[in-house]
């Protein structure tokens, strides 16, 4: 088994382009080969409503398959979350280290894998001034095998803190490797800290903060891709978006246009999730600390229908019978928070602007920037140098 470098699967293929690296005094990557997609070519234009006991002229390879991993483990870039481990108590204070908080990094992603070997990375911790500061062995979690998967984390332990924790703030470096030495990334994040407005204003908590990893440049980068895991000869398209706070469910409506005019919403047969979080582990005030990405369906709205497919969906409409332009607004409690745009060419498949692909993400979703119209309180200007930790999107600009 090879590990190999952070790469694109985009639906339908892989790419070698390089982004330049963050300089954080740290080796930099270096271009490595790229694992070959299990996937059927690009389709050609076809009619996506077709019977599938009578595919008339549709060829099986016409239509893109769901991706598989291989042994060829495919570092996935929009999956890293670095957060803030943060203790109330501080090695360096001695006998005065209670009431004293302080944290180390902790960080999670996921590989694109599946293998027999069992996965190691390492990652490399840096302070501000870009001294080494530790480093630890990372560990092998769950896999998601509809998504084709696998979880590495920092490993939890009780005594982590002691002799390497810090209560500091600022920008600090970090290196992820393999087991090889390959380095699969490397960047910054920016830590910074607040006072719990529940602390008692007594001098014994003057020392007490909760820590956390800036995350605001998730807000105007969205995505759009193909979600196989409900129907893989007939998936519908998804549309990701970030949220600071907390928002409740029930409340956010994604509602669909084509060409201007509204043809679907979430809540007629369609679905709004929360796909994951990223906050500290003492997340105190969600509004300053907490990002959430939401995903969007519309079960009324498929990109194809494959001609092995068994089901059929009488009400849907088919996205590659409709090329056009196409936008999603996000609505929480009726008033619109969001919104993004997409395109489907002549050929019936998703218009990739080579943003994901150029950068390397290694993931099969699109990127596309997010309007943000609601009234959170968030830095505008971040994912112009904070965008996936010190790596930001060349060729991408907020609206």
């Known amino acids: 088994m090879k590990i190999v470098a952070p790469a694109v699967l985009a639906l339908l293929l892989l790419t070698t382009s390089a982004i330049a690296q963050i300089k954080i005094n740290l080796p930099k990557v270096g271009p490595k080969a790229t694992p070959t997609p299990q996937t059927t070519p690009n389709p050609k234009a076809n009619p996506g409503n077709q019977n599938p006991t009578n595919p008339t002229n549709a060829g099986i390879s016409d239509y893109p398959l769901k991706p598989v991993p291989n042994e060829n483990a495919v570092f996935m870039k929009a999956t890293l979350d670095i957060r803030c481990d943060t203790v109330d108590t501080y090695w360096k204070m001695g006998a005065n280290k209670s009431n004293y908080t302080s944290w180390v990094p902790q960080v999670k992603f996921k590989v694109f894998y599946k293998g027999a070997e069992k996965l190691r990375f390492k990652a490399d911790y840096f302070l501000p001034n870009g001294a080494a500061w530790y480093s630890e062995p990372l560990d092998s979690g769950m896999s998601n095998a509809n998504e084709g998967t696998v979880e590495i984390q920092s490993p939890r332990g009780s005594n982590k803190h002691e002799n390497t924790s810090t209560d500091a703030v600022g920008l600090f470096g970090i290196k992820i490797s393999d087991k090889n030495g390959d380095v699969v990334f490397e960047g910054k994040y920016k830590v910074a800290k607040y006072k719990p407005d529940a602390l008692p204003k007594i001098p014994m908590w003057k020392n007490v903060y909760t820590y956390f990893v800036e995350q605001d440049w998730n807000l105007p980068i969205g995505y759009v891709w193909l979600d196989y895991s409900r129907d893989q000869w007939s998936p519908m398209p998804a549309v990701t978006m970030w949220l600071k706070g907390e928002y409740r469910l029930g409340d956010l409506e994604a509602r669909l246009f084509y060409n201007g005019a509204q043809i679907a919403t979430t809540d007629d047969m369609g679905?709004?999730?929360?796909?994951?979080?990223?906050?500290?582990?003492?997340?105190?005030?969600?509004?300053?600390?907490?990002?959430?990405?939401?995903?969007?369906?519309?079960?009324?709205?498929?990109?194809?229908?494959?001609?092995?497919?068994?089901?059929?969906?009488?009400?849907?409409?088919?996205?590659?019978?409709?090329?056009?332009?196409?936008?999603?607004?996000?609505?929480y409690q009726g008033t619109q928070i969001r919104e993004l745009s997409f395109k489907v060419g002549s050929d019936g498949n998703l218009v990739d602007n080579g943003i994901a692909v150029n950068n390397k993400l290694g993931d099969m979703k699109?990127?596309?920037?997010?309007?943000?119209?609601?009234?959170?309180?968030?830095?505008?200007?971040?994912?112009?140098?904070e965008a996936f930790y010190g790596n930001p999107l060349a060729g991408f600009s907020a609206p």
């Open 271 to 331: 679905e709004v999730s929360n796909k994951q979080s990223r906050f500290p582990n003492r997340n105190d005030d969600k509004a300053a600390s907490q990002w959430t990405e939401y995903v969007m369906v519309w079960y009324k709205f498929h990109a194809f229908l494959h001609p092995r497919g068994g089901m059929k969906y009488p009400q849907a409409k088919f996205m590659r019978d409709m090329p056009g332009d196409y936008a999603v607004k996000l609505f």
């Open 366 to 385: 699109f990127v596309v920037p997010v309007k943000v119209t609601s009234t959170e309180k968030w830095n505008q200007l971040s994912w112009k140098t």
